[in-house]
């Protein structure tokens, strides 16, 4: 290998064994590629694309069926231990002690390192300059937001100065402000340093500011290269359009998906729908029966390539792939396009919340927070981490007590009757909460009984609920053998068994690609055009698009309640709203934290 290459290979193959179906799954699957030194380079790809698999087997902690794969000129194969002692390794759960300090955590991983005490106080106080940890030294880990922990675990990785860096997903779970600035560590290593960066994400924006990318889907790679030569095999196919008056961007992008011999993806941004079609000469026919705007052509993005890519292999957003290839339709969007706004009852508030409040000793994590949700309304609780939104949504869901304020739930006060109301309500929790060993079907009938369903009406809410969420072919498989998407769709049926008047989702797609996050919203919107009323906790501001309203906090406080378009527009200049809600969330934060610190 050329001293100018990285991280280098050929032929990679790698199986696991599966008793349970009683086969195997091919991670890798004779793939090759070449990534330079000096290179800040992203793995993308759908879930079970093997990018975990790739950067464990670059890190010497997995062995290869086949192949050879060459790290800073060494065969990882035959050299693991040297190739241990030159690069960085971050995993997805990267190991901090919580009970520990940051300084005590920097130390540690100084210590297994080797790293020599002469050489620590110089290291140390760069980390906590790019990490923005220096005030901090002294904090329990445990006590860190999410986005300061993933800092600190950034940090742990570097006490030594590796020659390539490797990091699985190392912004998942962390708000924008804080996937920012894990970013400009990130790139002033690469520019400032010349260190090499390989990354797995899930955000494709991230990958877009690399300079190199491999897609990768069922183990191998699909397309190689810079981002502006993938995102030029989309160009052409990408335009934006305007919803009809009085409907919102996502019963558009519903509609837009269901033609799919002209659309091949479509998603909510700013107000409109961006699709991409399959030739560009063809206007969806969908248009012209709802008098839409015309189309306007937008540039292409990474995602659109990434998009086109997955189509040509026979994957969209109309069609998911479950963890052993089976192809599985999802359910259509509800309901006639008329019925919806002229329901009865979804005026109705379900949620009130007035002057909530809540302590711990004296601190307090939420103040004086007024709103109410109307019933089947779509409601997103967005903030950085440790804005006291999760607070909030426990409170909503009756897991933690308020501290003051009225709090109603589906008709019930949670200030004197939590269980009643708990039975009124389905809950998703960031992590996957359902039981690993048993199979699909299993943790159904565990939850129904949970729930107080027996006999014929569990067996009929189990059949119906396996049909709606695509997961009929896998009743028998272990949940603990599920890729990402179809792991929530098991959550989302188990906690819809009950049939809740609302769902709280406490952020769902975490870590998910592109792919299995367009099909997650899909049912959600269909829940929500049935009169689910769903609330929901998110880090991808994108997704902020499909919701009715949104509230944005921050150290405990409601910077802005409205619908996307009016957050947009209030985090706007000279009378134009923000251009996307990533900028319009930044801007309200940033704002709001620069009077605090006037005042």
Not at 14 to 31: C, H, K, M, N, V
Not at 249 to 261: M, S, V
Not at 310 to 332: I, K, M, Y
Request: proline fraction near 5%.
């Amino acid at each position: 290998m050329s001293a100018t290459v990285a991280l280098q290979g050929a032929g990679l193959r790698r199986t696991f064994a599966q008793p349970e179906r009683r086969g195997s799954i091919t991670a890798l699957d004779d793939i090759s590629f070449t990534i330079a030194t000096g290179t800040l380079a992203a793995l993308v790809g759908p879930d079970g694309a093997g990018k975990t698999t790739l950067l464990r087997a670059a890190a010497g902690l997995l062995s290869l069926d086949a192949g050879r794969l060459e790290v800073l000129g060494l065969d990882v194969s035959r050299e693991a231990q040297a190739v241990q002692d030159r690069i960085s390794y971050m995993p997805q759960r990267f190991g901090l002690y919580e009970d520990l300090s940051v300084q005590e955590n920097l130390d540690l991983y100084a210590d297994l390192h080797g790293v020599a005490a002469p050489e620590r106080a110089s290291r140390y106080e760069r980390l906590m300059h790019m990490t923005q940890l220096g005030p901090f030294r002294g904090r329990l880990a445990g006590q860190l937001s999410g986005g300061m922990k993933q800092k600190l675990g950034l940090a742990c990785t570097l006490v030594r100065s590796p020659q390539l860096l490797l990091l699985d997903e190392p912004t998942v779970g962390v708000d924008p402000l804080s996937r920012r600035e894990l970013w400009q560590i990130i790139r002033e290593l690469v520019e400032v340093d010349g260190l090499t960066v390989v990354l797995s994400t899930a955000y494709l924006d991230e990958a877009e500011g690399c300079t190199h990318v491999l897609l990768l889907r069922a183990g191998r790679v699909l397309a190689e290269g810079a981002p502006a030569a993938l995102r030029a095999t989309a160009a052409g196919h990408a335009f934006s359009v305007a919803p009809p008056p009085h409907r919102p961007a996502r019963w558009l992008q519903a509609r837009l998906l269901a033609e799919r011999d002209t659309v091949i993806d479509a998603v909510p941004k700013a107000g409109a729908v961006r699709c991409l079609l399959r030739d560009p000469a063809r206007r969806p026919a969908l248009l012209a029966d709802l008098g839409a705007a015309a189309l306007r052509p937008v540039d292409a993005t990474l995602e659109d390539a990434v998009m086109m890519q997955l189509h040509r292999q026979g994957e969209s957003p109309n069609a998911a792939v479950d963890g052993v290839g089976t192809a599985l339709t999802p359910a259509a969007p509800s309901a006639g396009d008329d019925t919806r706004a002229m329901e009865t009852g979804r005026d109705e508030a379900v949620i009130e919340v007035t002057n909530l409040m809540r302590r711990f000793g004296d601190f307090v994590a939420v103040a004086d927070t007024t709103f109410s949700v109307r019933r089947g309304e779509l409601f997103g609780l967005l903030g950085p981490n440790g804005a006291g939104k999760t607070t909030t949504f426990r409170m909503l869901c009756g897991l933690l007590p308020a501290s003051g304020g009225t709090l109603r739930v589906a008709g019930v006060n949670l200030r004197h009757a939590r269980a009643v109301a708990r039975a009124r309500i389905g809950y998703v929790a960031q992590k996957f909460a359902l039981y690993g060993t048993l199979s699909v079907l299993d943790n159904l009938q565990f939850f129904a009984g949970a729930y107080g369903l027996r006999g014929a009406q569990a067996a009929g809410r189990i059949e119906t609920l396996l049909a709606q969420f695509g997961l009929e072919g896998l009743r028998l498989a272990p949940a603990s053998q599920l890729v990402g998407g179809f792991r929530q769709r098991l959550a989302m049926a188990a906690a819809l068994l009950h049939a809740p008047q609302i769902l709280f989702l406490d952020e769902p797609t975490s870590g998910a690609d592109p792919l299995t996050r367009r099909n997650f919203w899909r049912d959600i919107t269909a829940l929500a055009e049935q009169g689910t009323t769903v609330v929901i906790t998110t880090h991808f501001m994108e997704e902020a698009e499909y919701c009715d309203r949104i509230l944005i906090q921050d150290a405990g406080h409601v910077l802005a309640l409205g619908t996307p378009q009016a957050v947009r527009a209030q985090a706007g200049a000279d009378g134009q709203p923000a251009g996307s809600m990533e900028q319009a969330f930044i801007g309200i934060v940033e704002r709001a934290r620069m009077a605090r610190s006037a005042a």
